[in-house]
């Protein structure tokens, strides 16, 4: 299975910005579909982002317009970059497939909201 590495969470005030990184140890990085996934306290994990191998991206309602998934190749890497952050924002953030995901997960990156 693939092993995932989660980065660049924090605590950042309502209206500000992150971008999270995801290191995929694969060497089929470029051809797989990728997603970010978040889990906020006393929620189900969801599914707000993914890419396919070809670039195309897909967005959950909650996060549409304010969140870009972009991915980078060379570097077997998938970004979230988030802005105009909510509260309700405040969550663990994975990356994983998307759809079916495999069983094994990363530790996340935690993404608070707060003032």
């Known amino acids: 299975q693939v092993q995932f590495v989660e980065s660049g969470g924090g605590l950042v005030q309502p209206g500000g910005s992150l971008r999270l990184s995801c290191v995929a140890s694969?060497?089929?990085?470029?051809?797989?579909?990728m997603g970010w996934y978040r889990r906020a306290p006393g929620k189900q994990r969801e599914l707000v982002a993914h890419?396919?191998?070809?670039?195309?991206?897909n967005y959950a309602d909650s996060v549409k317009g304010r969140f870009t998934i972009s991915r980078d190749n060379a570097k077997k890497t998938v970004y979230l970059q988030m802005n105009s952050l909510k509260p309700e924002d405040t969550a663990v953030y994975y990356c994983?497939?998307?759809?079916?995901?495999?069983?094994?997960w990363g530790q996340g990156t935690q993404v608070t909201v707060s003032s």
């Open positions: 994983n497939f998307p759809m079916t995901p495999q069983d094994r």
């Open positions: 694969t060497n089929i990085f470029r051809i797989i579909n």
């Open positions: 890419i396919t191998n070809g670039g195309g991206s």
